[in-house]
């Protein structure tokens, strides 16, 4: 087995709060503490927000524009929520961690983070489950393990046991 992957230096983790991502969060952290590695969290939010301005609902311009500014301001507000747990909880078990914000497409960016970041391993959780209620990433880790210069983990789904028949 590549040694990288038991003692990398540098993991890069995606992570945006589903539970899916926490399970990934949770690996992570436990083989960086266990390596005595350094964490890069990646928190993307996925461009296909940009066009939600409300304009099939919503009659004027300035509701629109209004619209629009509540919906940059939440989305801000959970990807700072969310990467101050995932630090949070990395600085308890003193690790060090960088974090990468990012908008635009997750697997693009994931890839940009890696160009720029050097990991040694990529930690992602997998894909939600068929069935089970919520936004299902566009990423395609199969697509993913051929593009990437270093391995890829990706973390089983606890809600996988839970989908619907």
Not at 40 to 67: C, E, H, I, K, S
Request: proline share 8%.
């Amino acid at each position: 087995m590549n040694a990288t992957l038991l003692s990398p230096r540098r993991i890069l983790l995606a992570s945006h709060g589903t539970p899916g991502a926490r399970a990934a969060e949770e690996a992570a952290l436990a083989l960086a503490e266990e390596a005595a590695a350094a964490i890069v969290l990646l928190y993307v939010v996925p461009d296909f927000w940009r066009g939600m301005r409300g304009d099939d609902w919503l009659n004027n311009v300035v509701t629109q524009q209004a619209f629009g500014d509540y919906l940059e301001n939440e989305l801000l507000r959970e990807a700072r929520k969310e990467v101050r747990r995932v630090a949070g909880e990395a600085e308890r078990r003193g690790i060090a961690m960088e974090i990468r914000a990012m908008f635009g497409r997750p697997d693009a960016c994931l890839l940009s983070a890696v160009a720029e970041t050097n990991p040694d391993l990529v930690m992602i959780g997998a894909p939600r489950p068929k069935g089970v209620p919520g936004y299902r990433s566009r990423m395609k880790p199969e697509s993913l393990m051929r593009a990437l210069p270093c391995p890829l983990i990706v973390v089983p789904n606890p809600l996988a046991s839970q989908k619907n028949p």
